[in-house]
């Protein structure tokens, strides 16, 4: 089990948010070190990664440091689906620090979640963390 990160105090979110492609590792690292103890880990996949979603929300119960993990459902072939999902999970902790890791999913996935992310952050004059672990 981690229950410790090396990673430095300013690069660690509350708010995790995780894109779930269909290599769940790179996620698995990020949900293990990006996010303060007892944070929250949000999950966003499609239909086809929900599986995959769900074996990665068991392995970080049962492996990482924080405690909440949730998961969404959106449309990958739907950047309002994409922006809007996430922008009603931030909505939820407008206090908090919040993490985006774009490792995994779609490159659509990828953009409108970020620009979800970047203007809540300029919104709400938050802080933003985005990461992007190189799979290979």
């Known amino acids: 089990m981690v229950t410790e990160t090396s990673m430095p105090k300013q690069h660690l979110a509350n708010h995790l948010i995780l894109l779930v492609g269909e290599n769940p590792l790179p996620n698995a690292v990020a949900a293990s070190c990006m996010v303060v103890p007892d944070g ?66 779609t490159k659509t996935m990828a953009v409108h979640a970020f620009r979800a992310v970047d203007e809540w952050t300029e919104e709400y004059h938050a802080t933003g963390i985005f990461s992007y672990l190189d799979a290979r």
Do not use: F, M
């Open 40 to 105: 929250q880990i949000t999950l966003l996949h499609t239909g086809a990664t929900e599986e995959i979603a769900n074996n990665l929300r068991l392995w970080i119960e049962n492996n990482a440091c924080c405690a909440r993990v949730n998961y969404r459902k959106i449309d990958e072939s739907d950047p309002n689906s994409i922006y809007q999902v996430t922008q009603t999970i931030l909505k939820r902790n407008p206090e908090d620090v919040v993490g985006l890791n774009y490792t995994g999913g």
